[in-house]
């Protein structure tokens, strides 16, 4: 009889916490809390299309950006799951001005920190376009026992202990790393668990994809301008340009570029002197990915993961993807000598 061998996330969690000599299931226990989290969230935008839950919230997010219903949703969910899971002290998440600080007795005891992108891309859902929620862990800085405090969340990304993202698409997958790899999970429906359907990816070094708002493309620095139009020269080894894809959800088109290789870039522009997407919950925790899978992530000049921030919503530019295409940007980003 065939067997069908199945791992869920929750069996993969604990057998990746024997790795750990000195683990006591405290990240173990976060990581569980986030599956839960990501499967009540799933549920929500399957049936969106459905109940009274697509669309504006009517209110606007501390960013004056037009805040969809799912987004709070999404965002309340993951802070009621942080908050049960007792290992996590404090989160900050794209909806809140400021770090939400658990106060109760057991969460201040919390070993963690987490910072969250509850659901990223949310402007897309209205028209069924994928979506993801984007997950950051640290160490707290602060003693436990203590409330935790706003410099536990400005940690540079090299610091995270986990990071990972739940993307909404034809399927729903989980992707995580602690720092031994990352791994995906593709949620079965007809369990309500996520399986292990990804072992140990590794992001190719090249890739043929490239990923741009091409919108913009008159407000670029003359780098990614020029990058882009070798992107759309014949390439030597496959005998025609790369591919532009690009749907305008971040964790989808990270995740596409991841497997099959590829580079994603939101570089600054005039409408965005220093880039759109977040340093804290967006960039670190998908860097973090990239580069626990072989790839690299830059903000043009610097490694992602040194940078440390200095506020919660602080933008930065950022390419990532396969090693061989964000090392070739980043060679069209500095100012070569003869233009000095
Ligand atoms: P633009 C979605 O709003 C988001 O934050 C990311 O998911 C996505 O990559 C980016 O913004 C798209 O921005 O300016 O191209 O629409």
């Not at 963690?112 to 949310?122: E, F, N, W």
């Not at 994928?130 to 969340?153: A, M, Q, W």
């Not at 090249?206 to 493309?217: F, K, P, R």
């Not at 990915?289 to 830059?298: E, F, R």
């Amino acid at each position: 009889m065939k067997s069908y061998h199945i791992t869920t996330l929750n069996d993969f969690i604990i057998q990746k916490q024997k790795d750990f000599p000195y683990a006591k299931g405290e990240l173990s226990s976060l990581l569980h809390h986030i599956g839960i989290a990501a499967k009540m969230v799933n549920k929500k935008i399957n049936k969106a299309g459905l109940i009274d839950i697509i669309g504006r919230s009517g209110d606007i997010n501390i960013h004056g950006e037009d805040q969809q219903k799912l987004d709070v949703f999404a965002d309340e969910v993951f802070i009621s799951a942080l908050l049960s899971s007792g290992e996590c002290c404090g989160v900050a998440t794209e909806e809140n001005e400021n770090e939400i600080v658990f106060s109760d007795s057991f969460a201040t005891e919390g070993k963690y920190i987490v910072c969250m992108d509850p659901l990223d891309g949310s402007s897309n859902i209205d028209y069924n376009v994928s979506v993801g929620s984007i997950f950051s862990i640290y160490r707290r800085l602060t003693p436990r026992g203590e409330k935790v405090r706003n410099e536990d969340f400005l940690q540079a990304g090299s610091e995270q202990v986990a990071a990972g993202y739940i993307v909404y698409g034809s399927s729903t997958m989980l992707v995580y790393s602690t720092g031994n790899g990352v791994n995906g999970f593709t949620l079965d429906p007809s369990i309500g668990e996520f399986c292990l359907s990804h072992p140990d990816i590794k992001t190719p070094k090249d890739g043929h994809i490239y990923s741009v708002n091409e919108g913009n493309y008159i407000h670029f620095p003359e780098g990614v301008k020029k990058y882009i139009k070798f992107c759309q020269e014949i390439d030597k080894k496959s005998g025609r340009p790369y591919s532009s894809r690009y749907i305008g959800s971040l964790v989808s088109d990270f995740h596409r570029n991841l497997l099959k290789g590829g580079i994603f870039l939101y570089p600054e522009n005039e409408t965005a002197p220093i880039g759109k997407l977040r340093l804290v919950y967006e960039c670190n925790p998908i860097a973090f990915i990239a580069l626990q899978a072989g790839g690299v992530a830059s903000n043009g000049t610097s490694d992602i993961l040194e940078i440390t921030p200095k506020s919660l919503h602080q933008r930065s530019p950022f390419y990532v993807g396969s090693e061989n295409m964000v090392n070739k940007i980043k060679s069209f980003l500095v100012p070569t000598k003869l233009t000095r």
